[in-house]
Each structure stands twice: as C-alpha cells, then as structure tokens.
C-alpha cells in the first residue's frame, strides 16, 4: 500500500493551500453483490474488511453502516488498550490485539496515536489483591508484561494518586501493563476504513439493514434500506444492536444492550500520565493528549438503546474520582456521553459462526471492546475467509452458553474500560 | 434517571430507590431434566434484548423489595406502565406476549 | 488603549464601591458589579490567551458561557479554579486570575512559531505525520505540554458541595423576558414553580438593551416591577446564579447553584457548600433558554479587539464599558442595530457595515438619525491588526449570491463587532433525545414553539426563533396560557400584562455565515469558526474534502466545537460551512448531538457529600468499640469493617496471628462474627424453599438443629454458603457470606415472587438485628459455662450442628454450636443492642483461661488447615459444589431440580479435567505461597505455559508449624488420589513473581482430618 501520510505529503499539500488531499476513504454506492458483506462499520466491522483484504485476498467486500462510520462505541469509549485479562482464553485474544496495535500507526500509514503510557488496576482490599497476583501470574506466563505493585510504588508512580489508609478504599497496590495505554478512537475506525477502502473495499454509510435473506438454513443476502444486496456471506459486528440483527436472522442471542456512560473534563495541563482503572470505586480515568481527564463510569444496569444514562451514575463516578484523586474536585466535567453495550453472561465476545450457514457474528464485548479492535477484525476475517475459527477465537463460539464452556472475566474485567 | 410508579407502594418514586430485575416472564422450566443442553442454555442466557417496548422487572429495593413490571421503551425510554408481576403477565399476554 | 468607562442608566456597576484585581501579577482595578471580563476590557486588556494550535493572539468575544477565549486561572493553592471564562467570573475585591496559554509569556509564546508554519498544520495533521511508533512517545510529549489550558489544583479541595431535591409543578429555565413572564403567569395561577437563572439577576438580554419599552415601562422598570411580584409569591422560588446544565429524561433537570464564588476568599462561610446540585423533577418544564449571537466569520476575525455585537453591547449597556472609541459593527441582521444607536449615545463613533444591500427602513431610518455611519451590502474581507484590531477591509457583496463584487473601504476602528444572527440556546431541549429544526427564514436551529406537549415541556421566546422582544412576549403568553389550559388553570394571568414594544418589525436576515474575500478557501486569511480549537473555514473544507462529511466526521476531525465552550458560538457557522462545502442544504448536514453539560461543571458539585468518610457507607458491628480499644487492625470486608489481627505491643501481623491461632486451637478464641448475613425467614413453605433454593437437602432438619448449605447460581455454580438454623418447624434462620447478604436476599425474594409466589415464605434481613460472638477452642465450653444460663452446654445434651435458646449474661441469646475452625465453638447471637456488653462480658468470663480475640486473619488460617472454603477466595463463580470435592453438600435426590443442578449435566460441566479444590504442601515448609500463584507442570518451561489452576488460600500453620496452602487445579482430585501418586501427577509448581515453587497436592484437610475436635 503506498503511505501517502507523511511529514512530506503535508510539506508540499501545505504548499498548495491543502487542496490536493484526497477522500481518506471512497464512499460507495452498494453493488448488487458482494462476496463478503459486513453490517457494521465500526473499528471491528473496518478492521475485518481491512483483514479480509489484505491477509485473505477477498476485495469484492462490503462494509454497511446505518449511520457514520466508527460513530458507535468506537466513537464513545475511554480509549484503553491493554491485554492483561485472567483467563488465557481472554489474555490471547487481547495480546494479539495488543500486538497488532504496536504496528497499527506504520501498517495503516495513519497515526492512531497509540500511547503505551501503561495501565494500572488498583487494588483495595485483600481479596483485590489476591486477584491481581493471580492474573498478573497468569499474564506472565502467557507471555504478558504486568506486574504487581505495591501502594508505596503506586504513590511513586501516580504522585496525585491518594493513598491515605483511612480513605473509604484504601489503595493496597496495583497491577500495572507497561505496555497498555490509550489510542485516539476516531483514528482507529478512519484509519481502518481508509486502509481498506485503498483495497477496494466498499464504504458504504445510511445504509441500514432491514431484514435478511435465508434459504435453506444459508444466508443469501441482506435487504437494506438503499436496496437488496447478494451476499453469501455476512459478517455482523453491530455492537449494541446485535439483538436487533440476530433477530432478523432468527436467532437468539445471550446478549444484553446496557449504556455506559464516561465523561470529559475541561482541558488542561498534563496532570496523570498513564491510565488509572479501580472497579472497586467504579471509576478510570486518563488523560488524552488534548488535556481532557477521560473518565468511564459503571454500567446502568437497565437495557437501552437511547445512548444516554442515568446521572446518578455519572454522579458516583465524579465521586469516586475524587476519591481517587482528591484535588480534581475543582475541576469540572465538559461533556458526557453514552453508548450502548453489548454484554453477554461471561462478560466475554461471542465471535461465531451460527446456525445459518454464512453467517456470522461478532458481539458481545460489553465495556471492553475497544482495545479488541485490530485483533477482534484479524480473527473474525479468518473466520469468514475460512469457514472456521481462528484457533485464537474458537473459544468465543456461541456453543458455550449451551455447553456451559463459559470463559468467566468477570472476576478481571469487574466494570468497564 | 427514570421515575417508577410501584405498584405494591402505589407511590411514584426515583430510580436509585430500584434494582434492575431483567426481562420479565422467563419461566423456568417445570421440568429441566428433560431439557437438551440447547434449551436449557436458552433458556439461563438467551434473551430478547429488544429495541422497543420491553417487558421488565424492577425491584423496589429500597421500599418494599417487591418486584413488579415496567412495559418500557428501550428506543426512547418511554414509560407505559407498571404492574403487579400478576397484573403484569396478564397485560403482557393481552398483547401477545410480543416484544 | 481606547476603551474608557461610561455611566449608562440602568448599567449593573456601582462606581460607588472600587474593586482591586489582579491579572497575571498586574494589579488593576474594576467596581462592584464587574465580571472580570467587563473590568479587564475597562482596563484596556486586549490580548489575554494565546490560541490553541497556533499561538495568536486572542482577546474575549462573549459575554457569557459562549466565551472561547478568555480562559482563566482563577485564585491559587488548594482554591484554584482552572478554566472559568472571564466573562462569568464575578468580580470581587483581591480577586487573582491568571492566563492559562501563552508560553513562557503572553507577549512571545512558542506555539506561534508553529502559527508561521499553520499550512503545514492543516485540521487533522497529526493523523498523518508522526508515524514511528518508537519516536511517538516524544512527539507526544510535546504535544501534551503544548495542550491543555489551565492547571488542576495540587491540593485537595477545602471547600465543600451539597445536593438539594425539588419538585415543581413548573420549572422555569431562563430569568430573561420570555421566562421571567412565564413564571408570573404559573405563579399568579397558583403553581409551584422554580425560576432558574444563571447570572447573578435575572432579566437576560433586557439588562444589556436599557432603551426597550415593554407595555410603556423602561426596561429596568419592567423587570423591577415582575421580579418584585415573584419574590412576593410564596409559592415561586427564584434561584439566580444556578445554570440548567442537563435535562435527562421524565423532567429531571439538573442546576448547579453557585453559593460563594462570587465573595473574595476571607468572607466565604466555611460551613456552607461553594456549590450546590438541585435535581428538579418538574411536572412541567418551561424552556426559556434565549439565544447567543453567533460571529461572522471572516479574515483574522480572532484579533483581540473583535467581538460579537451582543457582547459589545453587553459590555456598554451592563457593565459601562465602551471597548472602543471608533466602532465597526457587521451584521447581516437586524439585531445590532439598537447596540450602534446605543454606541453612539455613549460617544462612540460607528460605522455599520450591513451584509444586506436593502435593509429594515425603520432601522435605517434610526440608525441614520443617531449617526451610525451606515455601509450597506457590504463584507469584511479581513480585519487588520496583532495583539488588537486596528481595522478592516471591506469588499461589495452581491445582493443575491455570497460573492465579491467589488472592493471596498478601508476602516480604522479599534473595536468590532459582528453579527451573523442568533443561535437558540436549544441544548437542554436536546438532552434527552430531542432534536432542534432548521429554521431557513430565521437561519437558525429552533426548537418547536410548540415544545414537546407529550412531555410536558414548552418553549418560549428566543430558543423557539421568536427573536423580536415583542414576538417572543406574546408567544410566551399564549404557551403559558396553553400549559395552564392544560392544567385547568385559568390561562388569563398574563393577558393582562402589556407586552407591546418599541421595536420595529424585524425584517429576515441574510443567510451568509462566512463573508467571502474573493479567494478560494484557504487561500486568503484564516477565517476562525471555532476560536478555542483554532478550527478555520479552510479546515472545515478541508475535511469535506476528505470525506469527513458526516459533522459528526467533521466535528472529530477538525475538533469544531469540542471546546470548553461547547460550540456556541461556532456550530451554527460550522454546520453553514460544512453545508456550503457540500453543496447540500444545512438541514441535511444536520446538528452535532447536543450533550449536558450546558456549561462545565465541578466534579465536586456532581459528588456532593459523596465524598471522603461519605463517598460510601461503612458498616461497623456492635462490638467494634471493644475492639477498637483492644489495638485491633481492620480489614474492609464488602462493607464493612472487620478486626484483621489484635496485635499486642511490639506484635507484628505473623507474630500476632500465631498467638490467636494457638489460642483457639489449644484454648479458647473470640471473634466478632456479627457481620455474617442473616436472613429472618418464616412461613410453612420455608423448609420446600430451602430445598429449592440450596444444593443440600433441609427435609429432615429438625428444630433445633442447624446445617451447612451451598447456594448455586441457575448455571450451577457456588454464589454463597452458610448455615441455616430451624428455630421452628415455619421458621428459619439463614447465615450468607459478609459481602453476600444483600445479593443473597435479592436472589431468594426474586424466586420466591417470581417462580414460587404460592410458596408461604417470609424474609427479612436481621443481620444488623443481631450481634454475634464465635467463642472457639477447646476450652470454649468452660468459658460459656459462666456466663451462660438455661442451656444444658454438655456433649450429650448440646451437640455439634444444634443450637439452643438461653441468656449469655442475662441476655437472652442463641447459641450454635457450630465450627468454622475444626474445633469446640459456639456462636452466641444476642440482640445487637447488648452486643457489646455480652463480648466484654465473655472476655472478663474468659479471663482465666486466656481468652483471645482475634480477628479475619486467624480465621482465616484456621479455616484453611480444616479445608473450609470462603466462597470468592477459593471460588471465583466457575466452581461447582462437585468441583470443591463438595458432594457431601448436594442432594442429587431431592424430587425438586433446585436451583443449578440441570447445569451440571451440561457437556462441560459433567466433563472431565475441570479446577478443583486441593490442599498443596510446599517442599520447603517454610515458604509460604502467594495467593495467586499459579499451578503449572514444569519450571522450567517459556511462555506460553499452560496454567492448571491457582493457589486460593496460603498461610503459615502455627499448629502444623508448616505452610499450606488451598489451591484449584485441573483434575486435582485424581492427581491427589492414590493412583494419582503413584503416577507422579501430584507434583507440580507453583509459580508466582517469576519463581516457581515445588508442590505436593494432598488432601485440604491438614488439621484433624476425621473432624473429631468440634465434636467434644
């Protein structure tokens, strides 16, 4: 792919008064058909069509979207890229991720603005700590950078951080990924789908799906609402609105759609150079390279599709940010925001073929997805190319929730990234 | 932030005062053993998720910790009421028991 | 330097009462009345921030939230404030503010070197450059150094916030004409009503307009007069300095009021909140949020001197402030031109440059007559000046097309002001989903006069498109009249208040947003949008160019209105340019989503008193006095607060919990256990409940007897344990986990009302009801001897796994027999309220035989060297009872399938090699595991290594003067077998912080495996 980004393209584009960029992306018309179709044009649904292309040879690709592109959860998250999760199951599939995120900026020739400024979990009681020594072991021996800090190399570490004994939860150490960070999320989708588009991928924007075409227990198309469209193949990466699209396939699916709400504050001077995440407190906080404090709140714990929550959710977690981080109480929330997650019992993805052959799904993955993205689209384009699972995915099948093979993160994942 | 009427109170209260009960009218099966490992795994997970008018229960944890029925619009988060599970499955039957 | 001070009627600055400030260490001073911006402006200082990206000089173009610029560090030390908008910031005396940009100093800042280079800079460079992922931790570095704005305080906050609950039947929000009329005609008809208002006063626009005649009344006359009838109602509470900053949905709308900002440090109550949170619920809401006046957009328009003509106005008219002597308005509406005829009455000279070739003739007519020096169908093609304006160039518009036709004037002004109409003030109407309308007349986004009647909220005045002081008035009236009619309230209550004005008709303004200069777009001068994100014209053409054409692409890829100004000023111009870059109409680019907070709000006030000892509650026991004066250490469990260890002087932990555990093992030990859930259940359906709801069977549980139950979850996994009591035949008493109480009770009281409703079964939490001493070892019985009173205590009569109803002390208690440590214990549950007397009297009754409190820690172990599990240490929600070697506990025969058990038939869960429970014993009986460690086959293998399980539980056994350890590993009950053994698969490792220990799997019952100790 040619890298037409670059420090000389902006020299002499500048020279010309900037008029000679071109679309990062083409926005297509839909053909009639395609040899992959996929229902999502979020950082997952891109990525796997840039995936499909590029490492499977399969260009006659569709991405469809009913709104904007990578303007779902992409658009909506605290950005946290890590790989620490306890089970191995989990810990590869984010460490592949993980991987393909230190090459993401060079491989789309679009800076992401993956920043490996590090991740710290907080612990606050014994039983917090016992867990932290489990997972940070469990990473280690995968193969994970973490380790286990106690509160006196946190304070070191994190001088703003409160580590008083007497506060309501006291920090008793942490585990800390050096190589997690934060990326710029907007960046991620337009870098994917301009990369793809490069390959022939087609872009497609409102174009929403509206019911599906099953003959014989195979998927043969999709009707949307710019026209039908052939397709024996259909990759659904719908986030919140997976429910909705596997419904129109018949299918139930272990899937609950809750709002998450985060918050910015104004911007300002660097004050908190790494990611700070407690799920006891129920508050994470970072801080982009604007100057805003990007904080994630806990999950409402109704369903809904509306993109907004409840205050008091924000209200607690403003709080707990102050317990955190006592002198930020002066400073003031911007903007807040919601979007809609998709999570399943385990708190794990579900990336499956289903009972209809050709389709396929990639869902479920609640407050956690984002870091997934780069990995989530390389292992879902090998499903689709192949049939089959990527053996890194073969356990987010949708046959565990009958077989009981559940891959529990909740005791890692607690609330929400 | 929503306000629930309960029905077993009959007072008009905030939503800090409820828990979140889930979709409404899942029964569990009389018999399980006799299930396949498919129905019963339908049956502990699978769910309707809708995006519209929602069949749900809260519970009035901080009242008097009944659980009752909120038909809810998960599109808008418009109200349409809120009945006893009782009265609730009846108004849910009523229509159908569609989504 | 030509701003200067004029006494105008009406103004809100008492030249009476001097103030003295500072500005980035330069004493200046201003009057009562001032916000900092207006006695900055009177002081003559222009340029006060440095852009963004570019490093340019800026100065303040608002007057109010809409401020882009004027970004202030506001006091220092702990009562810093980052941020505030100098427009908003009321002026008191010793005020400190300091400049947020400009590095190292406002007069030379770096960035503008960047500024030289600006084409190179183009909206989303970074995208595109910086693409090492090695060296982009140094780019990044710079570039957050060269980001933010002010600088978070380094101290915690001394000052404090509270949350305030109302209800209204109407909640008014905007004290301007339209809300303050509003609220009269909901007052007068007897309505609860709640007027908010974000400045100091309310009267919105009408304190920056003195001249407006309302119903023949001066204005200020007008507004003394309505105010003067609101504070009079009783049943009408106006609270001005709180902003309306959310709606969500079902009419809760939150406010912050602000209490104190406004008084200099010293005079601020110490017990009183800086800032409050009101959460209005409102049965109606009345939205009468006005309208901001958007820019013009044209070349160098961010030169400190150029400002909005409302703000120009504002700062004439309220503050007394003419910020220039030779004035140049531009405008393509009607709107400024009552401010010109006002700057000319002051001794300003203006000249008004309309977009418009044909405008209003009664305008005109005004505006002539003043001597506004009036230039019609004119543009500005570029402002000239630096650090502040010095002039303009004109060009000649085409009346129809937005194009040049010619060039025009020159003028010299040292001030400027533009107008490109009024942006309704829709936000909160958009909060909970609502979505504002493009009006092409008014060439605004408006929200239906009309409201949204389902909801019960209405519209009135500016916010609807009615910008005409007149219009707005009456439309105000007749909503009111409609909200009331709907109310069956008499609707006549304002009908009898004049509202005729002196205003001319407005006539439609012209639909220009960016004046053109006669080249093409990025090749004249930057034209600013967005001021506080540096967003130009060019870059939004830019994007388009790009393919960001959605203006939610736009917005993330330029950053226009992502400020701290929330776009207020810049959006509509945005939305305009994107719309004409496109070639489709501005309805079909649409808005942005508009997002709470209206204005910025304090993370302080949206905690309230959640924060510090009150950011959760803690819970303590009945007992904890005692052991608070026994030097115990705690241990938060769930919520609440247990004794960890007792260490006695010169103790640490270790020592300390070898003492206790010998102690209960070879004597006698006491332990708070009131924290355990109890659950309280009764009914003749109870004993069935149990059944369904536990894994083991309660048929046969007779009263007076208690047993150990495994409570699953429906996927067959342990979520609780406990024991359960029979008192009576129809009455139970259940224990749950500490941390599990309240999720246990949810569980039960779910099944029971939604399965089971036919089943007679009553619960109720008793855990705070009772308090519990657990007095353990062998030496328990004696102690409980003395104290005891009404229960046969010996071996025959009170066996273990019974328990019996007498007094302890004289209090009337029950007592289990029942045993978390493997030895003789008994459980005494009294009353809470004697809690405490009963632990001293138990400790003064176990004097003589070294009776010895401990705490978590030694229960702990002590449960460990029996094999005991806690439920959430050695199980994490993916073990069942048969994993936990648990049989025991699990009627498979019982004729109800209780809650799990159809789970454990599933493929995997029936399957083999699952986690189960073991004991481990190390090699080196002196290194005692991490918890956490975790169980692999070799040492010496490298990444990826399979894991088989994990240590659960390790401690150092005083009794067995040796480390053990509980761990889950895969088949660990074969590996443990005697096959097992003789296969050599019972010795793993156990690796944890980058060592690997040696292990042998045995059985996790390490202290009196046939369980004959609790049964003396």
Redesign the interface.
């Known amino acids: 792919m040619r890298k037409d980004?670059?420090?000389w393209?902006?020299?002499t584009k500048?020279?010309r008064?900037?008029?000679g960029?071109?679309?990062?992306?083409?926005?297509a018309e839909p053909k009639p058909s395609y040899d992959v179709v996929i229902v999502g044009a979020g950082g997952h649904g891109l990525a796997t069509a840039y995936y499909l292309a590029k490492e499977h040879g399969l260009r006659n690709v569709a991405v469809i979207e009913k709104?904007?592109?990578?303007?779902g959860n992409t658009?909506r998250n605290t950005t946290i890229v890590r790989s620490n999760y306890l089970w191995?199951e989990a810990a590869?599939l984010y460490e592949h991720a993980l991987k393909l995120w230190?090459?993401l900026?060079?491989d789309l020739?679009?800076?992401v603005?993956?920043?490996?400024r590090g991740v710290f979990n907080l612990g606050?009681?014994?039983?917090d700590?016992?867990?932290?020594?489990?997972?940070?072991?469990?990473n280690?021996?995968?193969?994970i950078d973490a380790l286990?800090l106690d509160a006196a190399e946190v304070k070191r570490r994190i001088p703003?951080l409160n580590t008083a004994k007497t506060a309501?939860?006291?920090v008793l150490g942490a585990s800390f990924q050096p190589r997690g960070g934060i990326a710029?999320h907007?960046?991620v989708a337009?870098?994917f789908a301009r990369a793809a588009s490069k390959y022939g991928v087609d872009i497609i924007?409102n174009c929403e799906v509206i019911g599906m075409d099953i003959a014989n227990g195979r998927i043969v198309g999709l009707e949307t609402t710019r026209g039908p469209i052939r397709s024996e193949r259909v990759g659904c990466v719908a986030s919140g609105?997976s429910?909705?699209l596997a419904?129109m396939a018949g299918i139930?699916?272990?899937?609950?759609?809750h709002p998450l709400q985060a918050f910015v504050?104004?911007?300002?001077?660097?004050?908190l150079?790494t990611v700070v995440m407690s799920n006891a407190?129920h508050g994470y906080a970072s801080q982009s390279?604007?100057?805003e404090l990007v904080i994630g709140a806990g999950i409402d714990?109704?369903?809904?599709?509306?993109q907004?929550g409840?205050?008091?959710i924000?209200?607690?977690t403003?709080?707990?940010?102050?317990?955190l981080f006592?002198?930020?109480?002066?400073?003031?929330?911007?903007?807040?925001?919601g979007g809609i997650v998709d999570t399943t019992?385990d708190a794990c993805p579900i990336i499956s073929k289903t009972k209809i052959k050709g389709l396929y799904f990639n869902c479920g993955w609640g407050t956690g997805g984002f870091k997934a993205t780069p990995g989530s689209g390389n292992v879902f384009a090998h499903t689709i190319a192949k049939d089959d699972p990527h053996p890194l995915n073969r356990a987010f099948d949708l046959a565990?929730?009958?077989?009981?093979?559940?891959i529990?993160e909740?005791?890692a994942a607690g609330v929400a990234h | 932030?929503?306000v629930f009427f309960c029905p077993h109170c009959g007072e008009n209260r905030e939503?800090?005062e409820f828990?979140?009960g889930?979709e409404a009218f899942i029964p569990r099966p009389s018999a399980p053993e006799t299930l396949d490992?498919?129905a019963?795994?339908?049956y502990?997970?699978?769910?309707?998720?809708?995006?519209g008018w929602?069949w749900?229960m809260w519970s009035h944890n901080t009242g008097c910790r009944k659980f009752f029925v909120v038909k809810?619009n998960?599109?808008?988060?418009a109200i349409a009421g809120s009945w006893t599970l009782s009265d609730g499955r009846k108004a849910y039957d009523a229509e159908g028991g569609a989504t | 330097m030509t701003s200067f001070r004029v006494r105008r009627p009406g103004a809100r600055i008492d030249f009476e009462k001097p103030l003295s400030f500072s500005f980035d260490g330069q004493p200046y001073s201003g009057f009562a009345g001032d916000t900092l911006a207006s006695a900055l402006l009177a002081n003559g200082v222009r340029m006060l921030a440095r852009s963004f990206k570019y490093g340019r000089p800026r100065g303040i173009v608002g007057s109010g939230p809409e401020e882009p610029n004027a970004l202030m560090q506001i006091e220092t030390g702990a009562h810093?404030?980052?941020?505030l908008k100098a427009t908003q910031v009321e002026l008191y005396d010793g005020l400190t503010a300091r400049r947020t940009t400009g590095y190292p100093t406002l007069e030379f800042d770096l960035k503008s070197i960047g500024g030289v280079?600006a084409?190179?800079?183009?909206a989303g460079?970074?995208?595109?450059?910086?693409?090492?992922?090695k060296l982009?931790?140094k780019f990044?570095h710079i570039?957050?150094?060269a980001?933010?704005?002010?600088?978070?305080?380094?101290?915690?906050?001394p000052?404090t916030?509270d949350h305030s609950h109302r209800h209204a039947q109407v909640l008014v929000v905007g004290g301007g004409a339209s809300g303050l009329l509003a609220a009269l005609a909901a007052g007068r008809a007897g309505l609860k009503v709640v007027l908010l208002d974000e400045q100091k006063e309310c009267g919105g626009w009408l304190l920056s307009s003195p001249y407006s005649i309302i119903g023949g009344k001066a204005a200020d006359a007008w507004l003394k007069i309505v105010i003067g009838e609101l504070q009079s109602m009783p049943n009408v509470e106006v609270l001005t300095r709180t902003s309306a900053f959310?709606l969500?949905?079902m009419n809760?709308v939150?406010a912050v009021e602000q209490l104190q900002d406004h008084l200099p440090l010293a005079e601020r109550a110490v017990n009183r909140p800086r800032q409050r949170?009101h959460?209005i619920r409102a049965e109606s809401v009345v939205l009468a949020t006005g309208a901001i006046e958007r820019p013009l957009v044209f070349g160098n328009n961010d030169v400190p001197g150029i400002m909005t003509a409302s703000a120009l106005t504002t700062y004439l008219n309220r503050y007394g402030v003419a910020v220039g002597k030779r004035v140049l308005l531009h405008t393509s509406n009607d709107h400024v031109y009552q401010g010109a005829c006002d700057l000319i009455r002051a001794g300003c000279e203006v000249v008004l440059a309309d977009a418009r070739a044909r405008v209003n003739p009664a305008w005109e007519k005004r505006a002539r007559a003043a001597g506004v020096d009036l230039r019609l169908g004119y543009g500005i093609s570029f402002a000239r000046g630096g650090r502040e304006v010095n002039g303009a160039q004109l060009v000649k518009l085409d009346a129809g097309q937005n194009v040049v036709t010619g060039t025009g004037p020159s003028i010299d002004c040292d001030a400027l002001g533009s107008s490109g109409g009024l942006s309704p003030t829709v936000h909160l109407y958009c909060?909970?989903?609502g979505r504002p309308h493009w009006d092409e007349e008014k060439l605004a986004f408006v929200v239906p006069a009309t409201g949204r009647a389902k909801s019960r909220i209405y519209c009135v005045g500016a916010v609807t498109g009615e910008f005409g002081l007149q219009q707005a008035l009456e439309q105000t009236q007749r909503t009111i009249g409609d909200l009331l009619a709907s109310l069956g309230k008499p609707t006549d209550t304002t009908s009898a208040v004049d509202v005729r004005t002196d205003e001319p008709q407005t006539v439609p303004p012209r639909r220009i947003f960016r004046i053109p200069d006669g080249k093409?777009e990025?090749?004249g001068k930057k034209a600013f949008v967005d001021f506080q994100n540096d967003v130009s014209a060019?870059d939004i053409h830019?994007a388009v160019?790009?393919?960001?054409?959605?203006i939610?692409?736009i917005k993330?890829?330029t950053?226009l209105g992502f400020?701290?100004d929330?776009g207020k000023l810049s959006n509509v111009n945005g939305f305009a340019i994107a719309a004409d870059a496109r070639g489709v109409s501005i309805p079909e680019v649409g808005t942005t989503?508009y997002?709470?907070?209206y204005s910025?709000?304090?993370?302080?006030t949206?905690?309230?008193l959640?924060?510090?000892?009150t950011?959760?509650p803690?819970r303590y026991s009945a007992m904890h006095a005692c052991h608070v004066a026994r030097g115990a250490e705690f241990?938060?469990?769930g919520q609440w607060l247990r004794p960890w260890y007792f260490p006695l002087p010169g103790e640490d932990m270790h020592a300390a919990v070898r003492r206790e555990c010998l102690a209960a093992r070879r004597g006698v030990g006491i332990m708070d256990a009131s924290t355990l859930g109890k659950i309280d259940l009764r009914g003749k359906d109870v004993r069935e409940f149990l059944g369904r709801v536990y894994a083991n069977d309660w048929a046969k549980l007779a009263p007076g007897k208690c047993r150990y139950g495994l409570m699953l979850d429906e996927?067959?996994m342990v979520m609780d344990d406990g024991v359960t009591a029979c008192i009576t035949d129809d009455h139970f008493v259940m224990t749950t986990t500490t941390g599990g109480a309240a999720r246990v009770l949810s569980w039960l009281e779910k099944w029971h009302q939604t399965e089971w409703p036919d089943l007679d079964v009553y619960m109720t939490s008793v855990t705070d009801h009772w308090a519990t001493a657990a007095i353990v070892g062998p030496k328990s019985r004696e102690v409980l001897a003395k104290v005891c009173a009404g229960i046969d205590l010996s071996s025959s009569a009170f066996k273990f796994m019974d328990w019996r109803e007498g007094t302890v002390a004289g209090i009337p208690a029950r007592v289990f027999r029942i045993s978390f440590s493997g030895e003789l214990a008994f459980e005494v549950n009294v009353d809470a309220n004697y809690g405490h007397y009963v632990w001293e009297a138990l400790m003064d009754a176990g004097g003589e035989f070294g009776i010895t409190p401990y705490g978590t820690e030694t229960m702990h172990v002590l449960r460990a060297e029996k094999g005991f599990i806690i439920v959430?240490?050695d199980t994490?929600?993916?073990m069942t009872p048969l994993d936990l070697d648990m049989a025991w506990a699990v009627s498979m025969k019982k004729p109800f399938s209780f809650i799990g058990k159809r789970?454990f038939a599933?493929?995997?869960?029936a399957g083999p090699n699952r986690k189960q429970l073991v004991g481990l014993l190390t090699e080196d009986p002196e290194i005692v595991l991490?918890?956490?460690?975790?169980i692999?086959e070799r040492a010496d293998t490298a990444?990826?290594?399979p894991?088989l399980g994990?240590v659960?539980s390790s401690y150092y056994s005083p009794e067995l003067k040796r480390s053990i350890a509980l761990a889950v590993v895969r088949d660990g009950i074969n590996r443990r077998s005697e096959e097992g053994r003789k296969a050599g698969r019972n010795v793993l490792y156990a690796?944890?912080?980058?060592k690997a220990h040696k292990v042998r799997l045995v059985s996790p019952v390490f202290v009196d495996p046939k369980g004959e100790r609790q049964n003396v």
């Open positions: 980004y670059s420090s393209s902006l020299f500048g020279l008064h900037n008029e960029w071109d679309p990062a992306w083409r926005s709104g904007y592109l990578g303007g658009a191995d590869l230190e090459g900026t060079e020739n679009f800076n603005m993956f920043s490996q606050h009681t014994l039983q700590m016992r867990d932290i020594e489990r997972r940070v072991n469990a280690n021996l995968n193969g286990v703003i309501r939860y006291p710029r907007d960046a337009w870098g924007e609105h429910s909705v419904k139930r699916m272990p899937i609950e759609s504050s104004e911007s300002m001077k660097p004050v150079d407190v390279d604007k100057g714990h109704y369903t809904s599709y509306t907004r409840s205050p008091h924000i209200e607690h403003a709080a707990a940010i102050i317990e006592p002198m930020f109480s002066r400073v003031r929330m911007n903007r807040q925001w019992p565990r929730f009958s077989t009981g093979h559940l529990d909740h005791g | 932030m929503f939503e800090e828990g979140y889930g490992d498919d019963w795994g339908d502990l997970f699978m769910r309707k998720n809708p995006k929602h749900e809810r998960t599109a808008t988060n | 810093t404030i980052p941020n280079f084409r190179f800079m183009p460079f970074y995208y595109k450059t910086f693409q090492n992922q982009w931790p990044e570039i957050r150094q980001a933010g704005y002010g600088s978070a305080p380094a101290e915690p906050d000052e916030y959310a969500h949905d809760l939150l949170l959460r909060h909970d989903g093409r990025g090749h060019a830019l160019r790009e393919n960001y054409r959605s939610e692409h993330r890829y950053a400020g701290t929330q989503t997002r709470p907070a910025p709000v304090t993370f302080g949206l905690a309230g959640h924060a510090d000892e950011f959760e803690r241990e938060p469990v996927n067959g959430g240490q994490d929600g993916s789970s599933r493929s995997d869960t991490a918890e956490g460690a975790q692999i990444p990826p290594v894991m994990h659960t690796h944890a912080g980058g």
